[in-house]
């Protein structure tokens, strides 16, 4: 057993522990898959943890490779990537990361902390930033639902206060009313 097997070959190796099993596999190049059968699920999470493969299969053999739900790739001497229905097409295209500032007043001050001279407030604001970044990461989408949101919630405020405040104050007696 020195290089791999692409073949309805499966060998099966006697190992007296666990130990001995990832010691086996690690004295070899990364397996594209790695098949481990043990009714302790102890004993197939400690190989999962220590031995670095393509793709895992617990208590069966090559499923992992039919359902479409999962990847097929290497690592190592064994591929590079992960294949398999959209995994494929991911593997293959580029998702290009873009980030676009905004040039509003809290943005700029937000910015300034990048420039010198670096002062114990400017070094605050950008540690926020650094810790919290997660925090501002929304979808387009999201941002735009919340802005219409807070808008029409203050055109409801401001058509409800604007009428009150006009029918109390600017209203206009009857005609027929006597004073």
Not at 50 to 75: E, I, K, M, R, T
Request: include cysteine; aromatic fraction near 16%; charge should be positive.
């Amino acid at each position: 057993m020195k290089n791999e097997i692409f073949g309805p070959v499966f060998p099966i190796i006697t190992v007296n522990s666990v130990d001995e099993a990832i010691e086996h596999i690690l004295a070899r190049p990364k397996p594209l898959a790695l098949y481990t059968f043990a009714k302790a699920s102890e004993v197939n999470h400690k190989l999962m943890s220590h031995v670095s493969s393509g793709g895992v299969c617990v208590n069966d053999c090559l499923w992992q490779n039919a359902w479409h739900g999962l990847p097929l790739g290497g690592v190592g001497d064994s591929g590079m990537g992960r294949y398999h229905g959209k995994f494929s097409f991911d593997t293959f295209s580029h998702k290009k990361a873009v980030l676009e500032r905004g040039f509003s007043y809290v943005s700029e001050k937000f910015g300034e902390a990048r420039y010198p001279p670096y002062t114990n407030g400017k070094l605050t604001i950008f540690k926020f930033i650094l810790t919290n970044f997660h925090r501002f990461n929304l979808p387009t989408q999201a941002i735009n639902n919340i802005f219409y949101a807070f808008c029409g919630a203050m055109a409801m405020f401001a058509y409800f206060f604007l009428l009150e405040r006009s029918s109390a104050e600017f209203a206009i007696p009857p005609l027929n009313s006597k004073q």
